[in-house]
């Protein structure tokens, strides 16, 4: 089986802003964040260029606006301290898992990931070719 990237890149965002919302509560105000101006950065940059590199617009667009709540959870993190930075990193994690699931969720739905089952009905001991047509 083989995985879309869309499918990973947006588990890999929802991931990341698991870890950050797990970050701005267990770690020190200045090491959440630093690990969210990190982490905001290696994800708005993934976003950007799977951004740039999608064909459809679909995921432009679900990429893109995950791009800009990193870009601006990376920008937050280097304007504000203290308890305000520690619920900002905390609330810029869940509006990107938020984001990311719902671009998987879209990209789920979207109509060429449908799995499509093909019921066969028919008595197909007969040997006739257009029965088995018809069955298929």
Known sequence: MKLSPRFVLDNLFVLGAAFLAVSAMAFSVTLAGWLAFGVSTGLAVVAAASMAAAHRIGQRIGHGVVGLVALWSLI???IFTGSVLTWLVLADAIALGVV???????????TENVVHRLEVTGNLRTGDPAAERLAA
């Open 100 to 110: 990311a699931l719902a671009d998987l969720t879209a990209h789920e739905v979207s």
């Open 76 to 78: 937050a993190a280097l």
